[in-house]
């Protein structure tokens, strides 16, 4: 780091100086048949996770809810949102807040789900039995 | 947040700054409410900061007044309780938090990265407006009646106490949207902004600072504010989801109070080691000293905040697996603090060090934050928590780093930017002399509650034992010493103004590109081509006597000294 | 400072004085915007992990009191948002190529979405607020009662419900075992002892009796929260698309200036994907 220093105008500090496409707005306008492919498949899966609950899964049916729901928002992101053409630190992003939340979720979970048979004797979460 | 593509970015103040630097480009007082001018936000900021720590330091010492005695002596117990509340509140949210980043980061991250401006300037603005609105909010809830719940509004007490919770936890919602707000600027700034030529690890480490705390900003304040919005639903709806008599968990409550307020103390200090990384390097007169180890420590405490929450409420039933899984995450956090501190005293070795004033703040900046941080590991410990939990040793360990920590370095930063700022000098003897007596008042005040805590004396306690006293008398002749301390410092900056010498380009050596700027720079920064080198290489530089400051050396003219 | 180009169907294009290029300018603003959807994910992953704490140590809550709300409207509405994400990402797209009155056209086909989706959550929150369906304190514990009786076992079970006088004696001592966490004031102790004798009353059922489950009001605590947040983002979505459609009538956008539109996409599609999560978490529990 003890190279000889670089000189630079005032009229060109914030240079993009990483944008290979150079400083033009390029638009990447997504392909009709895309959005409408997309908004089929949205529709498919909102039947599909309307019919599986009518399905009794057992513990999974909640897994499964999650997972349709999560294939939905995989397919806005990446079409609707354009983050498929994107640059990759936005989807860094979107992935970043998910984990936080995610890790927000799992540790008050993990916590709750340890203290509540202790604290309160004899009435542990569960279903009241009739 | 869609604007600005299209409506016309002016200042508000004209196009044409033909003479005259930025604190003179416009006139009155329009020109500064509705500037677009980073280094003006950030001066409105820290004018209007100080103003918050003058408050709430005159909170701290009704308070502290009150404690001399062991029973009433100055106010009733409940006045006391609102004391400690809003002192605890207007310090966090309108001083500690957006001390460092919104007053000096404003005005120094776009002259460190050379660029013009930030890169969203009407959403700085809007920051600030929300911060004072969010301030005055605060400040007109003494008027309401006040708020006796202590900074953290624990439910369930604040959602059935009197007072005007609801119009304080508001002010906390909209301060969060200026915190936001400022975060996004500089994440976008520094991605968007950095000029040719200064690659990631070619940033000065305040911005690495900046940049790791504007993440924990835009990721932990969110959090905030849905749980003052509950808070608030609480209260005036009765929802329920706090409020054990109607099935709620009060604890869940502490979840997500500390999930954003844990990370925040992070915004607290890491903007302040920025601070200091470029101090110890300045005026020891030598290249940092494991840079990259202070970058990623930056990014490593941004990551570690959010796994750490739960080291609030070891004794709020939380459970036990919980709790051990926290303290151990808990001494995880040491290794990138203690890494940085490393660093500096490894900086300072054999360096040339110059005892000017922001270099004397530096060096108490290392050694308070070093007693806060060590004092912390017992805290993290469960065992021990569960002694000390609650009692003076918290009060003292947080005040240890919060104020020996960020206040120290954001005086650090002030008295070093200052010549930027406002193009004069100050006296450095009185600076170092304020800088001794705060250092003094500070430890006596806050030494013996270390003292006390240990001994059992719990915190927020209106009332307490005789045996107690001689620590509370001892503390409270601290805090005035304190006090007085601040204002020779304040004293010092504003003879500056009045009297100051004209500052040269660059008083200290700098090598980060604000120095090439002038003292006080124009409105669009630079005026003259920029020369980008290594931000910690001060061999390109000389002192000037004509100058009293540095100037770069000409390599043409004579040999390269140090 | 600022340049100022275009015609008619590149769109007012400007650029900044502190930018050096309009890729630079609208990547940045492009990035803040971003960083403001992780904010608001944020905001909802407080509330969703609320609704994960109390579905897991209340299983039963959540359970019996999806029932009370309609999946039919739920699944309606789900539809409604998707097709207006759908109009958006095309208004997008015209946008950027330029198309004027298609644009004008799908950005007001999305608003008209978004008057529905309001209009038919009014119809749910009316419902909710008729029969006393609501947050913690303001639960109606008889009402869900009667409710529950006409809706789940028919009119004629509905008068049997009063004579569970004894059925309801047994289950409510039960009931008051539970610690009063704080029963400090009196109110709390009052609302407690109400909910509990609400919360004891049972319902025959052939062969089971089926009950409504204690703290019922706590889903709804969390309903409505949850759906009042995302109400509100909905409106100021509407709000920034009739801005969108004021501008685009002007011809302010064009294939050199699109920013806002893109923008204010992405923010109407963060709207739709919290939702997304929303409709099974709430209308579709197993």
């Given amino acids: 780091m003890s190279e000889q220093g670089t000189i630079l105008k005032p009229e060109s500090t914030g240079t993009v100086h990483d944008e290979p496409g150079g400083g033009d707005l390029h638009a990447h306008a997504v392909p009709l048949w895309m959005l409408v492919a997309v908004f089929a498949a949205l529709i498919v899966l909102t039947v599909v996770t309307v019919a599986v609950t009518y399905v009794d899964l057992g513990a999974l049916n909640i897994w499964v809810a999650l997972a349709i729901a999560a294939l939905k928002g995989v397919l806005v992101a990446e079409i609707f949102m354009h983050l498929r053409w994107d640059r990759p630190f936005n989807r860094i992003l979107l992935i970043g807040s998910l984990l936080a939340v995610v890790l927000f979720i799992g540790i008050s979970l993990l916590d709750t789900s340890t203290y509540l048979p202790e604290m309160i004797p004899g009435h542990a979460p569960a279903i009241e039995q009739p | 947040m869609s604007t600005g593509a299209t409506t016309t970015v002016d200042h508000v103040d004209g196009h044409d700054h033909h003479e005259g630097n930025y604190l003179t480009a416009g006139r009155g007082l329009r020109s500064w409410l509705f500037t677009l001018d980073h280094k003006r936000i950030g001066v409105m900021y820290l004018g209007t900061i100080l103003f918050a720590f003058l408050l709430g330091g005159i909170f701290a010492l009704l308070v502290r007044t009150e404690l001399l005695t062991p029973q009433q002596t100055i106010m009733s117990a409940d006045d006391y309780n609102r004391m400690f509340t809003l002192h605890g509140a207007i310090m966090t949210f309108l001083f500690i938090i957006p001390g460092i980043p919104a007053a000096l980061g404003n005005f120094i991250l776009p002259l460190m990265l050379g660029a013009k401006d930030v890169a969203l300037p009407r959403l700085n603005l809007a920051s600030y407006h929300i911060y004072v609105i969010g301030s005055l909010m605060a400040v007109a809830s003494i008027l309401a009646g006040g708020v006796d719940t202590g900074w953290t509004f624990y439910t369930p007490y604040s959602t059935t106490t009197n007072g005007a919770v609801i119009l304080v936890t508001l002010s906390v919602f909209v301060l969060g949207f200026s915190s936001i707000f400022t975060g996004i600027n500089f994440i976008v700034t520094v991605h968007r902004m950095r000029p040719a030529g200064m690659g990631w690890f070619q940033m000065p480490l305040m911005l690495w600072a900046l940049y790791a705390t504007a993440i924990i900003q835009v990721l932990a304040t969110p959090v905030l504010a849905i749980t003052v919005l509950l808070i608030i639903a609480e209260r005036a709806l009765g929802i329920g989801i706090f409020d054990p008599a109607l099935g709620g968990d009060p604890v869940l409550f502490q979840h997500f109070f500390w999930f954003y307020s844990h990370p925040a103390v992070y915004i607290m200090i890491l903007p302040a080691m920025g601070v200091i990384s470029e101090l110890v390097a300045i005026f020891s007169r030598k290249p ?253 530089q000389r002192w000037d006597e004509a100058e009293q400051g540095y100037v770069p050396v000409d390599p043409e003219k004579e040999p390269q000294t140090t | 400072m600022s340049t100022a180009t275009g015609n008619a169907h590149e769109g007012r294009h400007e650029l900044a004085h502190y930018f050096d290029s309009t890729r630079q300018q609208f990547e940045s603003h492009k990035l803040a915007m971003w960083l403001f959807l992780c904010t608001e994910i944020l905001m909802f992953g407080g509330l969703f992990c609320a609704y994960a704490i109390y579905r897991a140590n209340h299983p039963e809550i959540f359970l019996y009191a999806h029932t009370l709300l309609d999946k039919n409207l739920g699944a309606i509405n789900t539809i409604v948002l998707l097709f207006s994400s759908f109009t958006m990402a095309w208004a997008v797209r015209a946008a950027m190529l330029g198309q004027r009155r298609l644009l004008v056209g799908l950005l007001v086909v999305t608003l008209l979405c978004g008057f529905g989706f309001m209009g038919i959550k009014g119809i749910e929150y009316s419902h909710k607020w008729k029969h006393g369906f609501l947050w913690g304190e303001q639960f109606d514990y008889t009402e869900a009662v009667a409710y529950a009786s006409g809706k789940g076992h028919g009119d004629d079970h509905a008068a049997e419900t009063g004579h569970e006088g004894a059925h309801a004696d047994d289950e409510a001592a039960i009931h008051t075992e539970v610690p009063a966490a704080t029963a400090g004031d009196e109110d709390a102790a009052a609302v407690m002892a109400e909910l509990d004798q609400a919360a004891a009353v049972t319902m025959d059922h052939g062969h089971d009796a089926e009950r409504i489950p204690r703290n019922l009001h706590i889903f709804f605590g969390i309903y409505f929260v949850m759906t009042g947040l995302h109400g509100i983002h909905v409106l100021a979505g509407m709000g920034m698309l009739t801005w969108l459609i004021v501008r685009a009538s002007r011809g302010d956008f064009g294939v050199r200036n699109y920013t806002a539109v893109d923008l204010g996409g992405l923010y109407w599609h963060i709207v739709d994907l919290i939702w997304i999560f929303l409709f099974p978490l709430l209308y579709l529990i197993h």
């Fill in chain 2, 288 to 540: 940092i000293f494991g840079y990259k180890a202070i970058a990623y420590s930056s990014i490593a405490i941004a990551v570690f905040s959010f796994l750490v929450w739960g080291h609030h409420m070891f004794v709020s039933g939380q459970s036990e697996l919980a709790v051990v899984i926290f303290s151990a995450l808990t001494f995880s956090v040491s290794i990138p603090s203690a890494v940085k501190v490393f660093n500096w005293l490894s900086t300072m070795y054999r360096g040339a060090i110059r005892l000017e004033t922001p270099m004397v703040y530096a060096l108490v900046f290392i050694f308070l934050f070093g007693i806060g941080g060590l004092t912390g590991l017992f805290l993290a410990s469960l065992a021990t928590d569960v002694h000390l939990h609650d009692s003076y040793f918290v009060v003292a360990h947080f005040h240890y780093t919060m104020m020996g920590g960020t206040m120290i370095a954001f005086l650090a930063g002030i008295y070093h930017w200052w010549p930027k700022m406002f193009g004069k000098m100050f006296s450095q003897k009185w600076g170092n002399i304020g800088a001794i007596v705060i250092f003094v008042g500070f430890n006596v005040t806050f030494f013996s509650q270390f003292v006390m805590g240990a001994k059992g004396m719990p915190r927020r306690y209106f009332n307490y034992p005789p045996e107690f006293e001689i620590y509370h008398v001892m503390s409270s002749i601290g805090s005035y010493v304190l006090a007085i301390g601040l204002f020779i410092a304040a004293g010092v900056l504003v003879h500056s103004l009045i009297a100051g010498k004209k500052a040269p380009v660059n008083p200290w050596g700098g090598a980060t590109l604000e120095w090439q700027a002038a003292s006080p720079p124009i409105h669009h920064n630079f005026d003259s081509p920029l020369l980008l080198t290594n931000p910690y290489d001060y061999t390109a």
